[in-house]
């Protein structure tokens, strides 16, 4: 991720003539289907909002201003008393696990998905003999591991978490095994190292109770920085690859790109039809007393994107809500957009040119023509399509405005600019037509300075030849996907149905 850190300049939407021309080509090769973008249900140092379910309202649904679809909650051993497994039907044990159970509620009711990711295992079953890490003075430096006789109770324990959330009334849709297995903490932390996931998964996962909880999904152990060593071992051994469907890590200390841990480790996910989810990262979250600038808020933009572009099919950040995050304090010392309490921050309106429009669709690949030079690669892009929509995303870091030339796959009869130029309200999402005379492959968009850019095309229904083959075949049948874009064998719940007329319409079945 390219930083910068020059100063914001007022901008007209309109790109200045003289303006010079990048040059992307959208091509018709498709990659990774984006399941969606969400956060963390934590606030402060892991502490659940409890009652207060106002991040998640402000945040997740269709129909929010931001978009998210995907909370990620602690499955938590307590510190306090004696921490043993529930007894089954005695929920009200030293676990924490009911401080998500509202916000948990609001996510699935507005069609989104939730998963619970271990800290730790409960102490009694690790050599240490406590749900923290060890690495402390007090805590006598020994490395709390999950204890090789304990192997067998381990997925029958996420199975009492999964009782548990459906007795509150929470299908939760998938399990992680653990929060950053590789980094030795003073927390609540469990060490393994690759071997030991493999041994854990490959003997025992199988007692996962996936009968009782059809659909659900494993995650793998979510490494500190997104390593192969973690990920590659559970896909290459086909006994722990046919228990693993999503493979997980965070970014901590390693760009998506450019230290390349995150592409590497979706290569052999992708080749098994495994989804590949970025599960945690806070971006400048060091920033100290102050709300983040917006290079910084660029520099986020570029996170999301370069993400994608690694092949991630679900990014979750790290808290819903911090002066760094999406959702306000009420701490007056961190700014004054920040001083009153669960309003929504400049980032989600960031995060939402994702998560509004690029959930559900499928990334195509692009090509820069290089002849632009220094001035097209300071730029990023991507491009994705979803139903009959194309999207083009661009982030300008520079100080000059520029005109983007687009060559797409596909013709397209209208379209949509949305725009984010600073850190003000009024510069945040702006939406304008983008006009187009006649259907065309080829066409100039505006890309302002120091901008975040969604261009929305309508592709022309004529000559769409890179849609669903199958949906626009005369003779073939109806199909059907969820609202997140992912197919479905069988209509099931709210759906959309595409005819092979190529026409949609959103509907319900039992």
Request: proline residues 5%.
């Amino acid at each position: 991720m390219k930083k910068f850190f020059t100063a914001m300049l007022a901008l007209a939407t309109v790109t200045a003539a003289s303006a010079a021309t990048i040059g992307l080509t959208v091509n018709s090769k498709r990659c990774q289907t984006i399941t969606g973008f969400g956060a963390a249900c934590c606030d402060g140092a892991m502490c659940p909002y409890g009652t207060d379910t106002n991040p998640v309202k402000l945040l997740f649904g269709p129909t929010s201003k931001i978009g998210l679809n995907i909370m990620r909650m602690e499955i938590s051993p307590n510190f306090e008393g004696d921490i043993r497994v529930p007894e089954w039907g005695n929920w009200d044990s030293p676990y924490d696990w009911q401080g998500s159970v509202p916000s948990a509620k609001i996510v699935k009711q507005r069609g989104g998905i939730v998963f619970g990711t271990p800290w730790s295992p409960p102490g009694e079953y690790k050599t240490n003999g406590t749900a923290q890490g060890g690495n402390a003075e007090d805590q006598g430096y020994q490395k709390g591991k999950l204890r090789t006789d304990c192997y067998e109770k381990f997925f029958p324990w996420l199975n009492t978490f999964l009782a548990y959330m459906k007795s509150k009334g929470v299908a939760v849709d998938a399990v992680s095994i653990q929060n950053e297995p590789d980094w030795w903490v003073s927390y609540s932390g469990c060490l393994y190292d690759p071997q030991d996931l493999v041994n854990l998964v490959k003997g025992y996962a199988h007692l996962l109770d996936r009968e009782t909880y059809p659909g659900l999904r494993l995650i793998s152990g979510e490494s500190l920085g997104f390593t192969q060593n973690f990920t590659d071992p559970l896909m290459k051994d086909e006994t722990c690859r046919n228990q693993i469907d999503i493979v997980a890590g965070h970014l901590y200390g390693h760009d998506p790109l450019e230290s390349g841990n995150m592409k590497s480790s979706a290569i052999l996910p992708a080749k098994y039809g495994k989804e590949v989810w970025m599960t945690e990262h806070s971006c400048t979250d060091n920033i100290g007393e102050r709300l983040p600038t917006w290079h910084e808020q660029l520099y986020f933009a570029e996170e999301l994107n370069e993400c994608l572009q690694a092949g991630c099919t679900g990014y979750i950040y790290w808290y819903m809500r911090a002066h760094w995050a999406f959702v306000s304090t009420g701490e007056a010392k961190y700014g004054a957009e920040n001083k009153t309490k669960n309003k929504l921050l400049p980032r989600a309106y960031v995060l939402s040119h994702f998560a509004k429009h690029v959930t559900g669709s499928t990334r195509l690949t692009t090509s820069r023509d290089k002849s632009s030079g220094k001035i097209g690669a300071a730029a990023e892009y991507s491009a994705y399509i979803k139903g009959d929509s194309l999207i083009v995303m661009a982030i300008d870091t520079t100080k000059n405005s520029h005109e983007l030339k687009l060559v797409l796959p596909e013709k397209v009869r209208s379209g949509i600019h949305v725009l984010s130029t600073g850190n003000e309200l009024e510069n945040l999402c702006q939406e304008s037509p983008i006009t187009i005379d006649e259907p065309t492959n080829e066409l100039t968009v505006s890309m302002p300075a120091r901008s975040l850019n969604t261009y929305i095309f309508t592709i022309d229904n004529s000559t769409n030849a890179i849609d669903d083959k199958e949906a626009i075949r005369k003779d073939a049948p109806k199909v059907y996907y969820d609202l997140h874009g992912r197919r479905l064998p069988a209509p099931k719940g709210i759906c959309i149905e595409r005819s092979a007329d190529g026409t949609s319409r959103k509907i319900y079945e039992d």
